[in-house]
Structure formats: structure tokens, C-alpha cells
């Protein structure tokens, strides 16, 4: 409980707070306006003002860095919803800026090219939220430590293919369960093994949970794996590719939101799931070369 | 006072629909369930049919109207607000049954007569918390969480004012249906949901 007098902003409580206003709805990304008209009527809880959506950063190569804010203003002026947006890696000049312009939601992303290869941003000097990407429940640990207000799991951005959002969705599921049941005494082993602030292994040994909500994201290019990554656990979904490389975005758009709401429910999943036209090219993730793949960059 | 008593809570006999389109239900979920009564996540006729008090957690309105295109528990919903059965609203939940929405225009359900002006206060860098005075909760203020909120700018007759904040409603009531533009399943702190427990 917060000990507030008067009014106060930014606070830890209002920046996880619209985080678990997002949960279970679909956050996509979209690079005009026109993109984020189709995804607000579509049902989606939010938009990720970008460029290049992954697929396009992964086929033009080069450094990928934050949106041109006329683009972002653009998208925000189109559409009532929160508006997010990417910073790379460590680079919270750019953070600064996306403050400015009243983004909602910073997303410090392993999908631009990394600008510190040893640091990612003090997120706890913002107003803004952010959410960060993680492979293992370390690396989601030392994010929230930093001040990251959600997680996501990385997955593997721009291939349409969901296998690395499920490895990461398992294994920080995996490590919390097992963390539940630690004694005290080898709590402060794991966390040096992990490489995790102790007081977040503590909690998360006590609560059996993440102390931010966990989304999902990386890879998902149908109503199907939107259903696969909530009963896996997750608590919403970014899809990033997966929508507007499709053959028909506004469907596939509605159809997902609706997967997510019903993932429990195969009948409305297999009903949503017809007649969507081609899903988005997926790459098999074994045929990218190491240094191409996103996953790794942060820690 | 405690709410349980033989370890039993005086709640026991209640089932509180969570409307689960989408939106922050698990936070109520907690809130009603730590008082001691059983809640269940609503997302057909037959789950709200079970229920006997309904909240519509805070989210994102334009996600509850798209959903409810394809899934319309609009009739079920008049008809457990027709049969005086209690409802609670936060933020997203005020905009669904509002007479009127503005900023931008759009579909409502009409059910509180209220004029609703969506993402008043700014973008998500102008949440805030602050505490708030409401008289009925007793003299202990009340932390309020106000995330993208929207803000109240006209309540009708039947509407009575139970908490302002800067000179406009942020918790009303009109006769079963309780509705606040701030997030109490936020706050840690329960005296609301107990409020809308007895009712």
C-alpha cells in the first residue's frame, strides 16, 4: 500500500499499474497511423509505434535505433489506447526523448541494435514504465531491478516462429517454481548463480510469482499460439510481425484478440482461427546465423 | 471489524463475477477473495447467470466493446443491473456503462448516467496517486490509484457524488451500481470492495 498525501506521479504503483491494465489483451505493433486505427478497432489494448516492424529490421540489416518521433506522434494523435515504443539497449538518451513526447510505455529492446553492451538503462530515474525482454528468470529479475515495470519474454522477433517464446515462457515458469521450493539457506546461492538481486529471489520464493506482470512476445503469428503462450502462462501478448506481415491483417488482428480473451476454449480458438488467409513467412530458427539472432543482445 | 468470524467470512455465500474481456480482473479477484467470498471470471451468459455481484475491472474500453461484438453479454449484463444485483466499476467498467462518452465519442452502454471524458488527465506519465476524502469509508482517507483515468464531467439526478477530487466526481453511486474512475483492487487497501460486498 502506498503512503501518498498529495498528488503524486510516476510512482511504482501507477507505472506497474498500467501494466496489469493490459493484461490479457494484445499489444501490436504498427509503423503509421493507419496500422494503428486497424489495430485499435480490431480490440487491441495498445500499439508499438515503430519503423520497421522485426521482420523488415531482420531483413535490411544495419542499426536499428528508436522511431522517428513524427512517426510516434503520429501514431498517438490516431488512436485512444497507450502508445509504446522502442529505445535500444542502454541507450536512455533515447529513453529521455520517448519521455518527452508522452509515450506511454518504453519498450528496451533487444530488436533495435544495442547501444551499451554492458549496461541497460536505470530505469527507475523515469516516469515512464518500461518492459524488458528475458530469456531466464535472472535476466527478468536484474530488468525489474533496474526498474523495469513488466517483462515479456524475448522469443525470437520477426520470425514468425513461436519456439524461443516458449523455451524463455517454460524456463522462468520452471526457475520460479523451483525457486518455491528452496530453503532460505539456498536462496542466496541461486541468486549468485542467477545472477539476480536477493531481495527479488526472495520475493519471488515467497509470492511464486514475478513482481511485475509477465507478457509474452517473440514469434506469435496466430490465434493458436496467442492461446499456446496464455495457457503457458502468460499474462498478455505482443505481436509484432505477426499481424501486418500477415496476407490480411485486420482479421488476423480481431482474431487473435479474441484467441486471448477465449485461450481457454478450443472452440472459440479453432472458430477464430478460420479462413485468416496465409500466417506471416515463419524462418526455422536453426537456419539463422548465431550473429543474426536477437534473443542474445542484453543480458 | 474482522469479516470472518468462526473463520467463516460473513462474504461465504457470494460469487462475484469478474468480467474477463480483459483488463486488471485478477487484482479484484484478490481483493474480493482476501474478504471471503468466491469470485468467478466471466466471460459467457451462463458464467454471469452464477453470479451474484458483477465487476467490470479497469482495461481498455475500445477491448470490451470489440469483444462484445462477437460476445454480447449486453442483455445478461441489463438484466443483472434490471434485477438490483450489485455492480462495480473502475476506470474502463465507468466508460462501458456510461449515458455518454467523449474524447472520443463512443458506444456505451447507458446504464449510469454519467458523461465520461476518456484519458483527462493526460497520458500515462499524468497518472498519479493522491489520497482522497470519502466521507462513507469513515475518516481514514483513501489512497487513490488513477491510471490513464477518465474523468466524470457531468452526473445526472440519479446519481449521488460519494468522493471529488480536484472539483470532479471520482466515486459515484446510482441506486446498485458503484462506480469509480481510481483502482482500489490497486491500493492494497479493501474498504471499498467491502462496501460493495454488503450491498
Known sequence: ?299 | MSVKENNKSIYSELTVGLLAFQGDFDAHQKAIESLGAATLEVRTDEDLAESTHLIIPGGESTTFLKLLEFHDLTETIRRHVGAGKPVLLTCAGVILFASEVINPAQESMGLLDVTVERNAYGSQVDSFTADLDIPCLGGEKFPGVFIRAPRIAKVGKSVEVLSEFDGNPVLVRQRNILGMTFHPELSGDTRIHEMFLKT
Request: glycine share 10%; with cysteine.
Open chain 1, 1 to 299: 500500500m502506498f503512503k501518498g498525501n498529495g498528488k503524486e506521479t510516476g510512482g511504482w504503483i501507477v507505472k506497474v499499474g498500467l501494466a496489469e491494465m493490459l493484461k490479457g489483451g494484445v499489444i501490436m505493433d504498427v509503423v503509421n497511423s493507419e496500422h494503428a486505427k486497424i489495430a485499435e478497432k480490431a480490440g487491441a489494448c495498445a500499439v508499438m509505434a515503430l519503423e520497421r516492424v522485426p521482420a523488415d529490421i531482420r531483413r535490411d540489416g544495419g542499426v536499428a535505433r528508436m522511431s522517428d518521433p513524427a512517426i510516434i506522434e503520429e501514431i498517438r494523435k490516431s488512436v485512444s489506447i497507450p502508445v509504446m515504443a522502442k529505445v535500444r539497449i542502454g541507450h536512455f538518451a533515447e529513453a529521455q526523448v520517448l519521455e518527452a513526447l508522452g509515450v506511454d510505455f518504453i519498450d528496451e529492446s533487444e530488436v533495435l541494435t544495442p547501444a551499451d553492451e554492458q549496461n541497460h538503462i536505470w530505469k527507475h530515474d523515469f516516469k515512464v514504465p518500461f518492459v524488458c525482454g528475458a530469456t531466464c528468470l535472472g535476466e527478468a529479475l536484474r530488468r525489474i531491478g533496474e526498474g523495469a515495470a513488466l517483462i515479456r519474454t524475448k522469443g525470437e522477433a520477426g520470425t514468425g516462429n513461436v519456439v524461443e517464446a516458449v523455451r524463455h515462457m517454460r524456463l522462468i515458469n520452471k526457475e520460479i517454481r523451483e525457486l518455491t521450493l528452496m530453503s532460505k539457506d539456498e536462496l542466496m546461492s541461486r541468486s549468485k548463480e542467477m545472477g539476480a538481486p536477493f531481495h527479488l529471489v526472495e520475493e519471488v520464493a515467497k509470492t511464486g510469482k514475478l513482481p511485475v506482470p509477465n507478457f509474452a512476445a517473440g514469434g506469435i503469428a496466430t490465434p493458436a499460439d496467442a492461446s499456446l503462450m496464455m495457457q503457458l502462462g502468460a499474462e498478455a501478448i505482443f505481436v509484432g510481425s505477426g499481424i501486418f506481415k500477415s496476407a490480411d491483417p485486420a482479421p488476423r488482428a480481431e482474431a487473435i484478440v479474441r484467441a486471448v480473451t477465449y485461450y481457454k476454449d478450443p472452440k472459440i480458438v479453432a472458430e477464430v482461427s478460420r479462413g485468416l488467409g496465409s500466417a506471416m513467412p515463419g524462418l526455422e530458427i536453426s537456419k539463422i546465423p548465431e550473429d543474426e539472432l536477437l534473443a542474445g543482445r542484453g543480458w
